[in-house]
């Protein structure tokens, strides 16, 4: 049977990308895209389906858009969807259309309110994915970032795994760079600028391996495709900081939160050597998408001893409990959505 066939089975992002398959839902209320599946667009509830752009759209034309991924998670015992940490991802997408010239039709509060009636009006109980886009939708010839009209939508799917969390993944360090804030400024979600995230991922993949490591334009450990790094060396937690040409990952403020307020471990932000890697103790990567990875070997080099390491299983154990609603200290970074 064909990915997408199964009513109700879950959605990894590769699969996003898969024709919508019409089939009846079935009662547990799990709906796949392009059945009766409502996103907003234009300021209003409307079909997925209903939901399109016209190809000479400025933001599909020349990349001029911006994006978040948010995750909700579905606790089965408490009978809530919680959105994670919607309200940062907001701000983000705010401040990443301010670097591109424009401003979100609501502020943070209100859109934050509309992901969560987005969330009911499906009906969704099962862990989801939220992609809110802001796009240039003035349908022109000519590239610029001023003097164009804009225009939102926010959709969301049922969504599994992005990347593996429950075994170590291999990463290779790839030819490509990460792209320099004298570029396209890598701290805004840039639609654009995911070409480069693309270009990472498939050369590591088509390579073998599962996940790729980029470097900046100086030669230092900037960022995965679509997540952020971390690395354990004698007992020390360390992260890029945000002048390596990261995106500022709301997951990787989380983990450096969980980290001092769980494990007493205050993260060493500075610049990574890549060899570094290569004799670090523990390196994972992190996103919204992605969750915590852990990552057991780097250009044919074994991270630590090849297993997941403990500061890894302590963090990755604190994540999954916290954002599924199970740890009422980090309650702020959950929205409850029923
Ligand atoms: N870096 C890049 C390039 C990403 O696309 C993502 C995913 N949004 C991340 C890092 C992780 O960011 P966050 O934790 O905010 O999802």
Known sequence: MMAGQVPGRLYSLGMLTEKPVRAPLPATGV???????????????????????????????????????????????????????????????????????????????????????????????????????????????????????????????????YIAIDRGISAQTVSWRRNSDLAIPARAKITGAYANSAFSKSEAQLNGYDEAIVLTHDGHVSEGSAENLFMVRDGVLMTPGVADDILEGVTRAGMMELASGELRLQTLVRSIDRSELYIADEVFLCGTGAQLSPVISIDHRTIGDGTVGPVTEALAALYFDTVRGRRPAYSHWLTPVY
């Open 31 to 161: 709906k796949p895209p392009g059945t009766d599946v409502v996103c907003w667009m234009g300021g209003e509830f409307i079909p997925l389906a209903e939901a399109k752009i016209g190809v000479m759209t400025h933001g599909f034309l020349y990349g001029t858009a911006t994006f978040e991924g948010i995750r909700a998670y579905w606790n089965e015992e408490q009978g809530q969807l919680y959105g994670l940490k919607v309200r940062e991802h907001y701000r983000r997408l705010t401040d990443s259309a301010k670097i591109l010239l424009m401003e979100p039709p609501l502020p943070v509060d209100e859109l934050v309110d509309l992901t969560s009636e987005l969330l009911r009006r499906n009906d969704f109980r099962q862990d989801t994915y939220i992609r809110p886009t802001l796009f240039k939708s003035t349908e022109a010839i000519g590239v610029r970032l001023h003097n164009l009209e804009r225009e939102m939508v926010i959709f969301a799917v049922p969504f599994g795994e």
